[in-house]
């Protein structure tokens, strides 16, 4: 097993990726998580960018700040001081910006959009709207803090990248293989010409070693087989994954269940209702059966949970835990949960 707890590869990588894809089974806290990874990333002088895809507004809403647009916006600090900056990605504007670029259509793109033939054209082509997404990514990604753009693979130039790190929100793990193998997936209408070349450079990124899926999961069955299921398709199309994040670990004391078994493993009404007395309690029968019924829950809870985390840990990534915060997502939270990747070694 690779070990999270070695500093340098958290991600599980050689290099150092500086695109994170955050995927996941849906409800698992992707959106939690990728927010909590950019604060953790975001060094001291330095930008992450906190992207979301699915218009969504699931980072306006776990970092408690207005709806985002198409316009990249700070929206908190990082843990050292540096600048998280959101973003939330809109495949309309998108082809706007890029029908202007290529067809130099100024103005007219705004008029099509207007007319709806943007929502058409996005949602008629397959492919196309997850092109024109990564395309947004992969622009930022190249793009210095001089406003040039650096090419891919391009040798460390003077003027360092606008963005030290982003941080994808990704589609759950059902569309995300579609979203990241941009160039199989493209229709028909667009298997030549600039949209093809632009989904080829992104596809090369995405490809790279500079780009880690992670995947976040709960330690219940569903999510934990989609992740295992997941990773086999990413390693399958040629992408890298990164860590596996274990979200909500709740701290199960299975200490005070147990002490309530027989040795054959079957609670023990008799120990109960000793130790209860011994506190001054005298509970009627049906109060004993009850208790330990919650009890023995409780234990095939704990034990199911050892057992999913094995599963997990035997996937072979590196694996980081966040605790379940009762009170609820919001920024003190997601503080909370960057400030717990660090201490895993998540560091910019
Ligand atoms: N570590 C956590 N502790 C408590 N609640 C969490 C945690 N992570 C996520 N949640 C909650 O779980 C729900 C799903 O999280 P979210 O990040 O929106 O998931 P996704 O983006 O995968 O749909 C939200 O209500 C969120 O507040
Ligand atoms: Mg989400």
């Known amino acids: 097993m690779v070990r999270a707890d070695d500093a340098a590869s958290w991600h599980g990588g050689s290099g150092r990726p500086r695109l994170h894809v955050v995927t996941g089974k849906g409800g698992t806290g992707k959106t939690t998580v990728a927010a909590a990874l ?20 699931g980072i306006s809403q776990v970092l408690d700040v207005a709806p985002l647009g198409d316009l990249e916006q700070p929206v908190t600090a990082g843990l050292d001081g540096g600048e998280v900056i959101g973003l939330s990605a809109q495949a309309g504007t998108a082809l706007v910006e890029y029908l202007r670029l290529f067809y130099k259509l100024g103005r007219a793109g705004d ?60 589609p759950p793990t059902g569309r995300v293989g579609r979203f990241l193998n941009v160039t199989e997936h493209l229709a028909d209408l667009a298997r030549v010409g600039p949209i093809r070349a632009q989904a080829d450079s992104i596809s090369e990124l ?122 609820g997502i919001g920024p003190d939270a997601v503080l909370r949960l960057a400030w717990a990747l660090r201490d895993q070694g998540v560091a910019p």
Request: charged share 20%; aromatic share 2%; hydrophobic share 40%.
């Open 38 to 57: 950019a604060l953790a990333l975001a060094g001291a002088g330095q930008r992450a960018l906190l992207c979301e895809v699915e218009e969504r507004q």
């Open 111 to 170: 008029l099509l959009r207007k007319m709806g033939a943007i929502d058409f054209a996005t949602t008629i082509a397959p492919g196309v709207r997850d092109v024109l997404l990564g395309g947004k990514i992969y622009e930022a990604s190249r793009r210095t803090r001089g406003g040039r753009h650096t090419r891919p693979g391009a040798a460390g130039s003077a003027d360092p990248h606008e963005y030290d790190a982003i941080v994808l929100d990704a």
């Open 206 to 327: 995405l490809h790279s070693p500079a780009t880690a899926v992670h995947l976040v999961t709960l330690l219940e069955q569903m999510p934990v087989q989609e992740t295992a299921d997941a990773l086999t398709e990413l390693t399958g199309t040629g992408l890298h994954p990164g860590a596996v994040i274990v979200n909500q670990v709740r701290a199960t004391e299975a200490a005070a269940p147990l002490a309530l078994l027989r040795e054959d493993g079957q609670p023990d009404p008799e120990v109960l209702t000793d130790q209860l007395a011994s506190v001054g309690i005298r509970p009627g029968p049906a109060t004993v059966r009850g208790l330990l019924q919650t009890g023995r829950e409780a234990l095939d809870r704990w034990e199911l949970e050892q057992a999913l985390h094995t599963e997990v840990e035997a996937m072979g990534r590196p694996v980081l835990s966040l605790p379940h915060l009762p009170e």
